[in-house]
Structure formats: C-alpha cells, structure tokens
C-alpha cells in the first residue's frame, strides 16, 4: 500500500514539473522541486481523512495550479506549501527565509487564522482574509480556489455534515467566485461537485435523464452539426460544430428558475461553432463571426429576436460569442453559439491576464483580450475597501456575494455610456451605479423612452434614463427591486438598520419533508431549523456558520402530515377533474385542502394543495398522476 502511494506522490509531482518546464526557467524549476522537497518532508506524518498520506493533497493542489489554472512559479510553489503553517510546526518566517517574500505573502493569505474569538464566524473570517488579499495580488484567490478544487473532488471521504458544510461554501461563494474570475471550467466543476454531495438524489436523478437525452437525441444532432461544418467547409473556413450538454447544476438551477421539469426545459445541450481562421484571412474575429452567422442563416431560418452580440457586449467574466437560434430541418430551435479558439481560451482563463501582468515569467497563449475581467477585478477590489469600511454590523458575506453573480445584463445611458449589472437588476440598481444620490432620489425611469416604474427589470440592451426630484426618497420596499452591492449598501447605509431575521423550525423557504435530504442548524437558542440541502438558506448559513450544522434523519410519523402544493398541467377532456381527484382521494387516500383550476384553450392549469406523510408519499402522488391520460406535467409549488 505504501509504495502504491508512494508511486502515486511521485507521479503527481512529475506531472507538475512536466507541466511548468516549458515555461519556466532552470531557476524556477528549482525552486519547484526544492518546495515539493520541503513539503514532502513537512508532512511525512501526516495522513488525510480517507487514509491517503498528506502530501498527496498539497501536491494534487500544485497540479491544478500548474496545469488547469496555468498559474507562475510562486503561485505554484505556493500551491506546494499552502497548508504548512497551518499543519505542521513550520512558520510565515521559515516560508519567507527558504522561498522569498511573494511566496510568503502568498501562503500567508490562505492560511486559516486560529483565533480565540472570531469577529463573524470562523469561516466568513477567512472570508474577508482571503478577499483582503486580492486587494494587493489575486494570485492568492487562484492558489485557494485550486485548493478548494481538490478538496471537492475528495469530499467522498469525509462524514455527511463535513460534505454540506465544504459544499455549502463551494455553492455559495467559491463557485461563483470562479466565475466572475472568467474560470468557466472551474467553475462547472465546483458547483456540479457541490450538487453532487448536497442533493445526491437529485444530482443523480438528473444525470440519468441527462444521459437518456443524449442518447436520444445524437443520432439527430450529428445530422446538424455536419451539416454546419460542411457549410463552413465550403466557404473556406476551418471550423468545427461540437454539442455541448448543460451540467446537472446548470439543468436544475434552469429547472428552478424557469419553473418546469427536466423534459419541457429549454436550451439543455448547445452547439458551438468554433473557429481558427478563415483561409488565412486576417479579417477580425467579430467579421469572422458575423460571416458565419450569415452563412448559417442562409441556410436555416433565425428564431426573430434570438440574435446576441456578446462581443462588443461582452459579459464581465469574459465570455464572448455571437447567439442565435436556428430552426432544424428536424423543427426544433437550436441553440448556437459561434465563436473562436481564442475566445473559448478566455473563457477558460478569463482572470490569467491579471497573473500574468505580476508572474515571473508567463506564456499567455492567445494574447486573448479580457477588459471586462480586469475592469471587474478593479470593480471588485474598490468594493473590498469599500466593505472594509463599512460599519461591521452589516453582514459581510451578504455583501460579497451581491458582487459575486451568475450573470450579468448590460445597459445604456442616453448618451451611450455602458453600465454592466446583475442579470434581474431594475432601473434602481442601475440609477445607483451612476451615483448614490441618483438613486436615493429616483423617482421614475424612461426606458427605451417609454415612461416605467424604477422597479422595473431591465434587459439587455435597454436604453435608460432616471428621472429624478430633490423631495423623493427611498421606499423600504425598494430592498426587494435591487441586486447590486451598490444599491444596497446605499439603501442599507439610508435606512441605518438590518432587515429583521425570523426563526423556524421548519424552513418556511423550502419546506422540507420527511425521507428527502435534509440538514438541521442549530439557532442562537439552541432550537434546530430543518432545511432542504437545495434550499439557498441552507447554502448561505452553511457558508457561514458551518459548525452549526447538524447531520439528522428527518424520519416520517404516522401521525403528522404536511401540506404540499403541486402543478399539473393537462389537456382538457371529459371527467379529467373528477379523475384527478379521485386518484388524490380515492386510489392515494390523501386529504385535499385547496384547489384551484383554469382551462384556456383546451389546455387546463390545476393547482392542489394536499397533504402527506413524506417525500416519498409525494413523489408516488406526482408519478401516479402521470398516469392520468391528457396529463403533461406535474411539480411541486414552492419558494425554492
């Protein structure tokens, strides 16, 4: 067993320096092997939850620096010795004498603070440790998110309530983080291996129809994308048509978002269209896209309005491309995105630009263009200080994750100054980023000079325009209408007090039954809240107070049942209502509290509200009325 590991340690290190050598120099190359050398021996004693020796983590850890994030020396030698002031007798000095003063600040920064008592919560503090950092280098953010990476890929090992907590952090601040950093990849995998260790079932439940799907569906896809690629052939233009599959995360977040169930949802796969020249053309990338958007075009009809110009509207975590939806021969909308090798390269290492400008020696690749992803770091990092500042009664993680979203929708001043905000920000968010008093005195908004509520959502390409009167003031109700950090730490800071908390004993937000996968925390009075693990209270509380979690069955009781509200959508016909309800009441033996229906167009929206014993009495009732003829969809109701 041992020279099994010991094999593994040598290979692992092996594929690091391979890694690094063809961008380093003999000196760099040194210094890797001389951090690996002292690791090694650091942690010798050492072994990790599942058995394994110690050193294979800091070593796995360095690998992804090197290899999938395409750090410099220092951050990778960093990787090497990220854990040895917090584990082993060794100190910052010791680092600093052996390795220099960048090395050190770097392992300084994501080493973990023992404290006596914490100022929020041991984890929120490392928090607002690590995040200090990225005011003076992000390299330290990358060397963390390397390390957290590799840790959720070995998160089988550890005890059920270790998994929530470290999946709680990686959902709610590590995942999106990589992706406003511009790191796709990483980020897809952060929040798949999230989902996978909070929500099993339904991670697993998705993957299976995911499969089925592809299965399904190739066949006919292939039949597309040759098709696109003998197009393009024939233009002269070498290019390949690839279908890519949306992650199980990426299905259910759309599946919650859009209300509806894995077969009516929309948009599960993609196809990109991808690029490298065009006959030794020097035209620019953008008239590349275009061409190819007018050839494909020519051929298949354009969905009316699907057209996206996220080149010269690019997002803020670099992500470029020309959209469109185009009809199949087949009839069905699909999904295309056209872009270059080097914009699928940005998307990959969107913040790299930002370490190269303070690595060593750096191969960039592509030389590909990032400006959004600096601008948001330069964004983000004037907010940091602005947190700092801030009065600490105010939550600090509330307020990084505001900055920290999934997407983003860009907008228009009159004059055509372009304001980039959270995807769901309303005129109100945008009148703050123009400036403070704008938005406390905001009264109305012009859109696309049309006269609208400040309230209103806005999309992408929206011209606005703010109205404003020195007598009009912020309405407490404006806290629901803004997502930015700038919106509501303006409107915090206005009314000078905290939205109040309510306490549960069963999360009113998700409702969680017995038999599902749930978590319990524990309350400041020692009462126990049960949360669904999908339930984005218990993501947020596990990023914050993960030793308050408590591992427990939520076991079902004869004696108590719990109301549950579902969605059925059918075609109308003769005794389907009376048919629904006796499936409910007679063949289920459930008791109906409320029910509403609405029939337009032969189509009939019916929504019950009945109670049971668990999650599995549940799912039997939604699976049973699927085998009522005439009915399309059945789903839960609820606030998730």
Partial sequence: MEDKYENMIIETAEKVFNSMEPRVSPRQLKQLHDAYEFAYNAHKEQRRKSGEPYIIHPISVALIAAKELMLDTNSVTASFLHDIVEDTPYTIDDIRERFGDDVAFLVDAVTKRKKSKYKFSKQVDNYQQLLSSMQ?????????I????????????????KQMKIAGETDYFYAPLANRLGLFDVKTDLENL?????????????????????KDNSARLKLFTDDIEAILHEAGIDAKATVYWRAPYSIWRRMKASNKDFIHLDNRYYIR????????SELSEKTICLYIYSLLTNKYNEKPGSFQNLIDQGKENSYKSINVMLLSHEGIWEDVQICSDKMVEASRFGCMAEVAERAETRNCGNNVSLQNVRKWIEKFRKILKEIAAESQTQG???????????????????????????????????????????????????????LMSVRTVLNRGDVVEIGMEDDALPKA??????????????????????????????????LPLPGGE????????????????????AIRLASKFGDNIIYMEFDESPDRKYPVTIYIKAIDRYHLFIDILSKITND?????????????????????????????????????????????????????
């Avoid at 909070?198 to 993957?207: A, K």
């Avoid at 806290?479 to 109040?500: D, G, I, T």
């Fill in 477 to 510: 109700e404006w806290m629901q209408y803004v997502q930015s950090y700038k919106a509501k730490r303006s409107l915090r800071s206005y009314f000078s007090k905290e939205l109040a908390k309510q306490q549960y004993q069963r999360c009113t937000c998700c």
């Fill in 194 to 214: 999230s989902f996978k260790y909070r929500c099993g079932m339904e991670y697993t439940d998705i993957v299976l129809k995911l499969d089925k799907d592809k």
């Fill in 396 to 450: 600090f993680i509330e307020s990084i994750k505001s900055s920290l979203y999934y997407d983003d929708v860009l907008a228009f001043t009159p004059k055509g100054e372009a304001i980039i905000l959270p995807k769901g920000s309303t005129a109100l968010d945008f009148a703050f980023e123009l400036h403070t008093d704008i938005g406390l005195h905001a009264k109305y908004a012009r859109i696309n000079s049309k």
């Fill in 136 to 144: 003076f280098d992000i390299r330290a953010l990358m060397v963390k």
């Fill in 518 to 537: 749930t978590i319990g925390f524990r309350e400041e009075d020692n009462s126990i809240t049960l949360h669904r693990r999908n339930c984005p209270e």
């Fill in 273 to 280: 269209v991808t690029f490298s020249g065009c006959n030794g």
């Fill in 146 to 161: 390397a390390d957290r990476l590799h840790n959720m890929r070995t998160l089988s090992s550890m005890r059920p309530d």
């Fill in 588 to 640: 289920l033996h459930l008791f109906i509290d409320s029910l509403k229906t609405e029939t337009n167009d032969d189509i009939t929206d019916l929504t019950v509200t009945f109670y049971v014993h668990s999650i599995r009495e549940l799912n039997s009732a939604i699976q049973s009325l699927y085998s009522i003829p005439g009915v399309d969809e059945v789903r839960r109701v609820q606030n998730l």
